[in-house]
């Protein structure tokens, strides 16, 4: 893997009218003509997207949008794909004319804000419009940073990026490994990789790859095995590792291979705490029990992929989770970035490890059903609990 995945990075959003020039800032902020610039509003149409280290915070995704003004019917479907930005936004840069500013930018600061979302503003085209005193009093007042640039003469950049660091809270500039606290230096973790037909050729999985990681970041052990090797590989080892955490799809085989004194979890559950809430999740797959048949269930992952074999969305959960209410579930499979319009509709939403999404975008999806007062849970802490080792699989992380 030669780059940070897209959820990794830290995902900032280019919001504004049309023509204030949102694209043309961003052509300068990443020296590339990554969007087109024209002087017609409404050229943007879908949104735009552009990795890039930007240094000293890192690798960031850059997310130019269409004007939240548009009009007509073709413009309300650009302010629809604009606005769904906001759910995966992680910071907000909001592009403004001085001299148009009113109650437009107004209610879009006021929506970030109740959306916890930083943001900062920047006045660009400052070389023909300047900010009043008045204004940038009311951005101070407000604790709002801002800068002033053109795009044109390539001036300010500086000063924004100095404002972005500055908006950005503690926890987006040095943000949490995913199972540092639960090892120490020397430590000897195990994980379960199965290598099935859904194992992609030559390489293994995202999230498998991001925990190794996260384990040398540590300076401690890992050892990856297949799941028939994991019992052999535990009573060669001198010292016991510290951890087990398995491919979800092979719980139950990894937990009976897996002596009692070892804690034991699942990547799927591992990433419910890094990216999402995990005592939402674990309250969530409490409700199983209470699921019947002919009620509907969400299945949502975020990536998208041809399912084959024994597919652990499609297949796996849905045939256990019927087997356990003793009859057929409705369920609907939801993939990428579409995220269901009804989903009040539903008993349980069930989502994938989201190791394709950033955090935000994960907590948005929460509040969301938590806003439709629909439980929600995941692929790991599911299997968990059908398999009756949900406890034991939650364990490790009780005392953190």
Known sequence: MQKTPKGMRLQIGIFGRRNVGKSSFLNTVTRQDVSIVSEIPGTTTDPVEKAMELLPIGPVLFIDTAGIDDIGALGEARICKSRKVFERTDVAVIIVNASLWDSFEDNLIEEFKDRNIPLLIVFNKVDIDEPQVDMLDKLEELKIEYAETDSL????????????????????INPAGIIGDLIEKGD???????IDMEAPKGRIILPQVQVIRDILDNNANCIVVKENQLKQTIENLKKPPVLVITDSQVFKQVAKDTPESIALTSFSIVFARFKGDLDTFTEGAKRIKELMPGDR??????????????????????ELLNK?????????????????????????????????????????????????????????????????????????????
Not at 297 to 318: F, K, M, W, Y
């Open 297 to 318: 269930v969400l299945i949502s992952e975020a990536c998208t992929h041809h399912p084959i074999g024994n597919d652990i969305g499609r297949i796996q959960i849905p």
């Open 188 to 194: 000897t973790i195990i994980l379960v990789v199965p």
């Open 324 to 400: 356990h209410v003793g009859g057929k579930l409705h369920i609907d499979i939801t993939e990428g970035h579409d995220f269901s319009e009804d989903i009040k509709s539903y008993k349980l939403i069930i989502h994938c490890g989201a190791c394709m999404f950033n955090k935000q975008m994960l907590l948005t999806r929460i509040l969301q059903s938590q806003t439709a007062g629909v439980p929600i849970t995941n692929y790991g802490i599911t299997l968990a609990y059908l398999h009756g080792i949900h406890e034991r699989a939650l364990k490790p992380f009780k005392s953190k």
């Open 153 to 172: 003469k390539k001036i300010g950049f500086l000063d924004f990026k100095k404002a972005l660091i500055a908006s950005l809270p503690p926890e987006l």
